[in-house]
């Protein structure tokens, strides 16, 4: 049990990175129907800004997340506004094909501006472990405190404030929601920017414990979509709760088993329970 | 108005519509993930050749092909570049017997399915010499082919002993060798008194190569040394919990990795976590500045990463090492990673200048020059020297070591440091 007293410390905390990714999922799809294909190379993009303020220009970690984030915030605007608002009345299909289109753009871009090379990001805090048998280092408590800090204060602003309420509404209807004032468009929008905010800190948070390079972003979808489809899709609380569960067990058959087995871990475990539950662990609850 | 009653018929019909909507997207993800799986590192970045065949006159044409992306872009790149830099040094200089080089730009993405392509296509544009086979897998795939079809196959950074070993007549390689690389670390082990040793390597052919010649160097050397644990971890992987933890419960004291640089950022990592303070020896693979920075910046652990340059000191009358990479980084056109860069870039230089003496550019008439050409000198590595037997231009392999997040060490043996700060 010692030995995997550390693999369920390491994942939990790469969990905790995919839960938040996911639930920005989930959020734009709750909002604009949207399955959002981006969200890896957002988490990528925060990462070479990160680099970028960190690096290049010399600023310090705080005013970088800020700078950051609302880049990324701006882009996922931009994302609504340019890609999905001409494809607003087109089928899924033709978004999804629009999204994984531009995800390629965005790896092309990252390639060219910042090389193909891979990057160790400045370590915000000691990597160095301070938990004994988890091995939490100084970085993976604030990983984990401000994931559960953003998530919690999602859950209000979607459950406690009028914005909140403009957005479930939308979710649940847009036909409706327009008729009593709310402007889904401007709901479309902030729910991007909010997304593409989340996707970003949890990259600028996660990259430094890993290495930035274009290609990692791909990875960074796939498992965020897994863990939506785990979870339920539309479940804010699935996607949490499949965020860990793939972290976890990804950590746990990477410690039992021989390397190489933990690309398939999400995949498989996604297969298992959808054999149980089509729907995932939760219904989709907005 | 819409009455309360309609909003909830349409909010039934819209979680209806979701639930097929959902499992069309889950269809669909499905679909994507297959796809993006299989289509990893199949990204290209080529460019074709638009002419046909070498012909006396025209243009000599040569076949570039790099790890531009994957899991090699890391040197890949500068390798290309450098070997490019040198090339565009003899063209402005009047080429090779007053033809000029006409070198494809091709990117096989660390992958050997895209190598093979790249390969083909290279062939099919006239090229009977090439250049780059960086990345073990790759490499050997295509030193196979081009053995088979008669090709020049010069690798200007792979340490894969298959290309030289058995013997090969059309296959070139330059750097170091898996094999020498290891007699080197355990050299280097043995002068820290070094015993019980754990190897963690790639899950690939690079890794899979490291594993052999590392036991084959722990059993010739004796001395009691042995290899305690082996472990094996993704070439990509961005976590090495697992990995380094079992290092630890078995007792090692000392670890080798067998990896290039995106696992071996993860061991780094994950050894400065867990708190595994005993020396890491790294084979030539990971041997560029994202793992050197990591080590002195983020996980200062004590670290020992086997450098392309393999610091000939005084008996060959030139710089050691870092003095060396200091001195040379510059040329080509490389700021950040002199090490593999500087290699691919006199490795051209000796090709180049052996095709000066060569009847022709053909490969039997190149191979032949190769064998004649006096040795090459050059600033940072031992000449670079080629005989009918055997196709290494290098035979020697030394070390960059860090400690508490400083470069302390150049050398093989503990006891004799060459470094000088």
Known sequence: ?286 | MVSKQAIEVESVQQVQTRGSRWCRVFSLGTVVAVIATGATGCGSNSSDSSTGPSSSDGPIKMAGIWDYTGADAEAGIVVAKAAKAKVAEVNASGGINDRKIDLTDQDDASDPAKGVLEYRKARDGGAELIMGLSYTPVATTQCELAQKDHVLAFSNASTATALTDPFKQYCYANTPTADINAQEIVKLLTSMGKKRIALVSQSDGYGEQTVSALEKAVEAAGGGMEIVTKQTIAADATDATSQIGRVKSSGADAVVIGVLTPAATALIKAAYQQRLDVPMVSFGGAFTPTTAKLVQTSAPIEFYLSSPGTCPQSQYGIKCGQDAMKALRAKPGSTDVPGFALLSYYATGALLSAMQQAKSPAPDDVIAALSAAAPYQNDFTPPIKYTDADHRGIHEQFFEGYKDGKLYFFGNDIAKNTYTP
């Not at chain 1, 859950?155 to 404030?161: E, K």
């Not at chain 1, 290495?211 to 699935?238: H, P, Y």
């Open chain 1, 1 to 286: 049990l010692s030995d995997v007293v550390p693999a369920i410390g390491s994942g939990l905390v790469d969990g905790m990175i995919i839960a938040m990714v996911a639930v920005s999922f989930t959020l734009i799809y709750n909002a604009t129907g949207v399955v959002n294909f981006t969200n890896g190379q957002l988490m990528v993009l925060g990462g070479y800004l990160s680099w970028w303020l960190q690096v290049d220009v010399g600023l310090p970690f705080i005013p970088t997340v800020v700078i950051a984030v609302g880049i990324s915030a701006f882009v996922g605007f931009l994302i609504d506004r340019v890609v999905i608002g001409p494809l607003r009345d087109s089928s899924l299909l033709v978004q999804v094909t629009g999204l994984i289109a531009l995800a390629s753009v965005m790896d092309g871009v990252f390639r060219k501006v910042f090389g193909a090379e891979s990057r160790n990001l400045p370590a915000y805090l000691s990597l160095r472990s301070v938990v004994p048998g988890l091995n939490w280092s100084a970085t993976d408590l604030v990983i984990i405190g401000v994931t559960l800090v953003v998530i919690a204060a999602l859950m209000v602003v979607l459950y406690r404030t009028p914005t909140g309420s403009y957005m479930r509404a939308a979710a649940d209807n847009p036909l409706a929601a327009g008729l009593v004032g709310v402007n889904p468009n401007r709901v479309a929008y902030g729910t991007w920017a909010l997304g593409a905010a989340m996707a970003s800190l949890a990259g600028v948070l996660i990259l430094p414990r890993l290495l930035l390079s274009s290609s990692i972003g791909l990875t960074l979808t796939l498992l965020s979509f897994a863990a939506v489809v785990l979870g339920g899709f539309g479940s804010l609380i699935g996607a949490i709760v499949g965020g860990l569960l793939i972290g976890v067990v990804q950590a746990v058959v990477a410690r039992q088993f021989e390397g190489g087995w933990e690309p398939l871990v999400s995949l498989v475990l996604m297969m298992v329970v959808l054999t149980a539950r089509p729907s995932g662990l939760f219904r989709a609850a907005t």
